[in-house]
């Protein structure tokens, strides 16, 4: 099993940075991909950002690309998603999700372990 503990949420003014943390812990030498999803009120999780084993790849939604930075640190099994110039719209509880499938993937379902998320706000 593989534990993921988020933290870093908060509420900031459109326009505003955020760091959230992730730390992952137990077999952890299992997983490969990391990501970060989230999810508004009323709407369906969605993609973020993900990062590959290596941290040399990373892919992200449109709707961040160019704002939001996801790294990681695998020394210290920890996933970073900093956010830059953050809009209303990504106001969600996001999440940090691990998955012990090669490929880099944008997909819900092929992450296997979720950390319980934290609340971002984005006042206007």
């Known amino acids: 099993q593989v534990q993921l503990v988020e933290s870093g949420g908060g509420l900031v003014q459109a326009g505003g940075s955020l760091r959230l943390s992730c730390a992952a812990s137990?077999?952890?030498?299992?997983?490969?991909?990391m990501a970060w999803f989230r999810q508004a009120p009323g709407k369906e999780r969605e993609f973020v950002a993900a990062?590959?084993?290596?941290?040399?790849?990373?892919y992200y939604a449109d709707s961040v690309k160019g704002r939001f930075t996801i790294s990681r640190n695998n020394a210290k099994n920890t996933v970073n998603l900093q956010m830059n110039s953050l809009k209303p719209e990504d106001t969600a509880v996001y999440y940090c999700?691990?998955?012990?499938?090669?490929?880099?993937?944008?997909?819900?379902?092929?992450?296997?372990?979720w950390g319980q998320g934290t609340q971002v706000t984005v006042s206007s």
């Open positions: 999700a691990a998955s012990t499938i090669v490929r880099l993937t944008s997909r819900l379902g092929d992450y296997d372990y």
């Open positions: 990062i590959s084993r290596s941290g040399r790849t990373t």
């Open positions: 137990g077999r952890t030498f299992s997983t490969n991909g």
